[in-house]
């Protein structure tokens, strides 16, 4: 057993997951890699602990692990309060505690707090009786987007074309006891991904990715939970400077004044208009697959950021990352609406450099099975986007699973944003 070096926990069993363990695992800092629960992807990096699955269970693993940092991956243990409870037990924890996860678990208070900070986003009214949320449509127009104000795993916005799509959102949400919806005016616009380390005083931004959220090219169909990432993307330094000056700034000092302690990773989901950057969300976590495009560039330099946003140092930032990433999900037939499970996986060899990252998979017996509905994503780094895509769409030939399906358009039309 290596003490010498961090033991570190990664909480959450997806592709983000997988990515944060091989980031990691090149840390020259590291001692142990522990996952909870972990997948058969990670497993390869990291002890897995598939029983733990609670709040409480992973402080208990922690504590008999001798675990130095626990990092968190998806946004559910930090809506439940894992941070708050690792605290109060003097546990190092990277994650916002219960309180400030609200930005993501209710988009009502989190355009509550866009308003009042003073941030550029869509116009909206929330509701909880639906014949109220009925009779505001026609001030928003068509089409409309509708959401879920509760954490709904990626599939909770609905852009509603007319009338008739926008009462079946309504009421699939408000049918369960407590829904709240965010009904917003729909912009037309480019969408790019906003990472920063948070660690309670200051922000460390990350290289800025896009994500491609409709299942189909040409950004048809349903929404999905991300089907591939580019990153960096090129943009302007007057946007840049827009996105510093009108969203990150004042969503620090809107934290601060609100007293909400914050030290973790946010995701700022931005739409540029022509109007300029409109926030559309906050995230309290790393996208995914954001993650998987962009971890990778980061070398072995994760471990120690984390550490320091932790602790409450981290370094000024940007950080400067060579060349360019892309992460392509392949998907079960099926996904988003009602995914196929069960397909036996097959990998033939990949070029060398690509990464495989195991986003839902399981083992039966030795064979490595569809077990969600983003299934894995290949990762590809080059000295420029397109022999980075190359190398992502080649790799996406050897490997097969009955119903397969991904994006054949990611990155092919980013240029860069004004
Ligand atoms: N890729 C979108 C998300 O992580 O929410």
Redesign the pocket.
Known sequence: MARDGMNVLIIGSGGREHALADALSRSPELGRLLAAPGNPGIAQLATCFPGADTPGRWLELARDQAVDLTVVGPEAPLALGVVDLFREAGLAILGPDRSASRLESSKRFAKGCMERWGIPTARYAAFSEFGEALRALPDFGFPVVIKDSALAG?KGVTIAADPSQASSALERILSRAGAEVVVEEFLQGTEL?LLALMDGQSAFTFPICQ?H?AQREGDQGPMT??MGVICPLPVSQELRGRLDREILEPTLQGLHGGGLAYRGVL?C?VLVTEQGPKLLEY?VRF????AEALLPLLGGGLLSLLRAAASGRLPAGPLDVQGASAALILAAGGYPQAAQLGAKIEIGDLASGVRLFHCATARRGEQLVVAGGRVLALQASAADLPSALASVYAAAERVRFDGMQFRRDIGLHAAALR
């Open positions: 990626g991904s994500d959220k939970g991300g995701y989901g995230n996208g995914d697959p954001e």
